[in-house]
């Protein structure tokens, strides 16, 4: 630094020329050259920096452009921690500062720094103060290390308090016993729990009676084998009840292997063992089977359901593949046992439905469901799997239910237009019969007959004529009450339970619609029916009224079944918010023949009538234009009501 303060251009300065600096400062610059802790000077009103080698290091970056510069300038990041120290000095008074803090930029951004130093004021002859005089050395690194040794000396003292209030309220109970198996330490937790001890082979007397011999025979084996020990087991505590706790041990073994002591825990599982107990009733009674199975489909799991859908007996399935459970979408691992096969299940999706194969080899209809979960590191699927099969008789059983009403509706709608042509026929018949008959009166009573074999024939065709004319009426009124006579079919039924059935059946394709549908079933609905017949009138109802709704902004179906008139009949009503009946057809609805439907034969309404009058009952329609349509009908209620199911 000698070189440096030489070469610096002075002459600009408070100080002036080299040459000309006045004795104090000239001494004091020749004093911190030559000694080798950091110094500096910082004279005049500017406190123009001079330094030696020694402080060079400590200005990082800001050396050498320090040299010369004012005080506050280099360090103006500390300019305000430092500047009423040094405007004291200037004012006549020396400082001294022990691991002073000021947070410093020296090249690699603001970094806290720590420095001892002492500040002393340099007089003039006449004693003014005219510069300050530092002597100083970085005590940062000594700083921080006592401040790193006081923090891991309070991390210590915290961390054994902390091991205090663990061994204190852990749930845990630790213990250790000797090599032979006898317990020498227990904490005094489990005192507390249960009033015993435990020392020795004491431990025992706190255990279930139906406990002990399993434990012992366990204990006794992890002795002698030196292998850890676990077992579940219950306590009886000092309340007098008792509680579930799982017991782990693990041996510490010498440089020879053998066990020199054994270290354990006691830890309540009370409540975790309850929540087991419930989950594996749950699983017991749902009626979906649920396999856990890892990402290559070996099963760690399997619930009762599942093991009686596929035929196998406890446990048989755990470790085994679900591809033999479900070979058509895992491949085959072959019948009989739950094979090894490694399959992945992570391509299966969310849920499917397929084929499952049973122990016997016998197939399954299931709905496969899949659900991912992760254990630990481990990725698990849950696989829920539901029987089918009575979902697909269900279906069956429909489809024929359907199929039968739709040969009723097909049978009924015969009937309706036989009975029609039967009233329309009837009338030009009887006269057909009529001028025949007259015809052969005439004949007959003729002044002139026809004579010989002519007469003879005429005469015999028109009785013959008369005759077919007759049967052909009497065929049509036979068909007629043939197609009106239910009588033999009906029996006692609940209205209720039809109504519900017809919903169900009415409603199938029409779920895209969005129909908002209300359903209110009273109490004492026995009538004596003919069920298809009057599941037909409900079907046909219910049909026209979701055709009804299907250009309408809101569906709104409301269908109500209850006692009307003292008991004395069942009332069905049928409200949809469709777009209501034209009053000149509302006239003729039940008219056969009638309809406002494209495609429609004007027959249903008519045979709903039918049916409906046969039966003793009304049926009527209300309705106005664009604000929906409701249709009732009553039946007759059932004298001998105790015999509905």
């Keep these: ?198 020392l020795g082979a004491s431990w025992a007397d706190a255990m279930h009676p139906d406990d002990r011999p399993d434990m012992r025979r366990a204990w006794d084996a992890a002795v002698a084998s030196g292998q850890p020990y676990e077992m579940e ?65 070996r099963i760690h799991s399997a619930s009762p359901t599942a093991e009686r859908l596929f035929g196998y007996g406890p446990d048989a399935l755990v470790g085994g593949s679900l591809a033999v459970l479900l070979p058509e979408i895992l491949g085959s691992a072959g019948p009989g046992r739950a094979g090894g096969d490694v399959v992945d299940v992570t391509g299966i999706g969310p849920g499917r439905t397929t084929m499952g194969r049973r122990q016997d080899g016998s197939t399954v209809l299931v709905d496969l469901c899949l659900g991912e979960m992760t254990s630990g590191t481990e990725r698990l699927f849950t696989c829920f799997l539901r029987d089918l099969t009575e979902k697909r008789e269900a279906e069956d059983r429909l489809r024929e239910i359907q199929a039968e009403l739709l040969h009723m509706s097909r049978f009924t709608a015969l009937g309706e237009m036989a009975s029609a042509l039967a009233h329309e026929l009837n009338q030009p018949l009887t006269a057909i019969s009529n001028y025949l008959g007259g015809c052969r009166k005439l004949l007959e009573t003729a002044e002139a007959p026809l004579a010989g074999d002519a007469a003879a024939i005429f005469a015999d065709a028109i009785g013959e004529a008369t005759g077919q004319a007759l049967r052909a009426g009497e065929i049509i009124r036979s068909l007629r009450a043939f197609v009106s006579r239910a009588d033999g079919r009906r029996q006692a039924t609940n209205l209720g339970d039809l109504v519900r059935e017809s919903c169900g059946l009415a409603l199938v394709g029409s779920t895209h619609l969005g129909i908002s549908l209300t359903v209110a079933i009273g109490a004492d609905l026995a009538v004596h029916v003919d069920r298809v017949q009057i599941q037909q009138v409900i079907l046909n109802l219910l049909r026209n009224a979701t055709e009804a709704m299907a250009d309408r902004p809101l569906r709104t179906l409301a269908i109500t079944a209850a006692s009307v008139q003292d008991g004395a009949f069942k009332e069905v009503v049928i409200e949809d918010s469709g ?67």
């Design 1 to 198: 630094m000698a070189g440096a303060i030489a070469a610096h251009d002075w002459s600009r300065t408070a100080l002036g020329p080299k040459a000309a600096w006045p004795a104090s400062a000239a001494t004091l610059v020749a004093l911190i050259l030559a000694a080798k802790q950091p110094m500096f000077l910082a004279w005049g009103p500017e406190r123009l920096m001079i330094y030696n080698d020694a402080y060079a290091p400590l200005l990082g970056t800001k050396h050498p452009g320090a040299l010369g510069r004012p005080f506050f300038e280099v360090w103006h990041e500390a300019a305000e921690s430092l500047r009423p120290l040094v405007d004291r000095v200037f004012a006549g008074d020396a400082d001294y500062m022990h691991d002073f803090h000021i947070v410093l930029d020296r090249g690699e951004g603001m970094k806290d720094a720590y420095f001892t130093f002492s500040y002393t004021p340099v007089r003039a002859s006449e004693g003014a103060v005219e510069g300050l005089f530092c002597a100083c050395t970085e005590t940062t690194a000594g700083v921080l290390a006592e401040s790193r040794r006081l923090l891991a000396e309070e991390r210590l003292r915290e961390s054994e308090d902390n091991y205090r209030h663990a061994v204190e309220f852990n749930p845990q109970v630790p213990w250790t016993a000797r090599p032979d198996g006898m317990i020498d330490r227990v904490s005094d937790r489990w005192a507390e729990l249960t009033g015993h001890q435990a």
């Design 233 to 297: 087991h219950r306590v009886l505590t000092r309340a007098g009840q008792y509680r579930w706790f799982i017991t782990r041990a693990f041996p510490r073994h010498d440089a020879d292997g053998r066990v020199i002591r054994w270290y354990g825990t006691t830890e309540d599982i009370h409540e975790r063992k309850l929540g087991e107990i419930q989950m594996r009733s749950i699983l017991a009674t749902v009626p979906d089977g649920m396999v856990v199975v890892d990402e290559f489909g």
């Design 579 to 645: 777009g209501g009946i034209d009053p000149q057809i509302a006239a003729r609805l039940f008219q056969p023949f009638q309809t406002t439907k494209p495609s429609g034969m004007g027959v249903g309404l008519s045979i709903c009538r039918t049916i409906i009058e046969a039966h003793g009952g009304r049926i009527q329609a209300q309705s106005q234009s664009g604000q929906g349509t409701t249709f009732r009908f009553t039946l007759p209620k059932f004298a001998e009501e105790r015999h509905v199911p």
